[in-house]
C-alpha cells in the first residue's frame, strides 16, 4: 500500500510540473519562502514590489489564483495574501526545495563538537563512579537526562 502511495505522490508531483509554468513556479517558491521567513500570507503587491518579476501585480494575482485553484495555495482571508496548502508544501518539498549540503569544514567542526561530547560525557561518568562507586550507569543517564530535560526550575 505504501509504495503505491510514493508512486501516485511521483505522479502527481510529474503531472503539477509539467502544468505549472516556469512563472508560476517561482512565484510559489518565492510564496513559500516568504511564508517560511513571516508566518504570514504574501499577497502579489508584495511580490511586485519586492521581488523582480517583470510583470504586472495583475498577472502576479492571476497565477496566484491558478496556484490556489490547483491547490497549493489559499486565502486566509478575502483581502489578504496566500500562504501554502498541505499539496502546497509536498510539492515544495518534492520539487522545489533543494537538498540541505553541508561544507567540508561544517561537517568536520560537527565531526569534532561530537567527539568532544562524548568524551566530556564519559568523563562526567568516570568522576561520578569514582565518588560515588554505587551509582549504576543507568542511574547515572536517567538522572542526567531528568535533569537537562525534565527540571522544572530549568527555562
Known sequence: MALLTKECQFLY??????ILGSRQKDI???VVEEFIKSARPVGSEFLSENYDLEVSPATIRNDMAYLEEIGFLVKP??????????R???FFIEEVSEPE????EEI??????????????HEIMHCVSRIFPEVSDEFLKKFIIEKIFYDKRRK
Open 88 to 90: 502546497g508544501w509536498h
Open 28 to 30: 510559489f517558491e518565492i
Open 108 to 121: 568536520i567542526r560537527l565531526t569534532y563538537l561530537t567527539d568532544e561530547l562524548l568524551k566530556t560525557s
Open 77 to 86: 482571508h478575502t483581502s489578504g495574501g496566500r500562504v501554502p496548502t498541505s
Open 101 to 104: 549540503t553541508f561544507r567540508m
Open 13 to 18: 508531483t510529474a503531472y503539477y510540473s509539467m
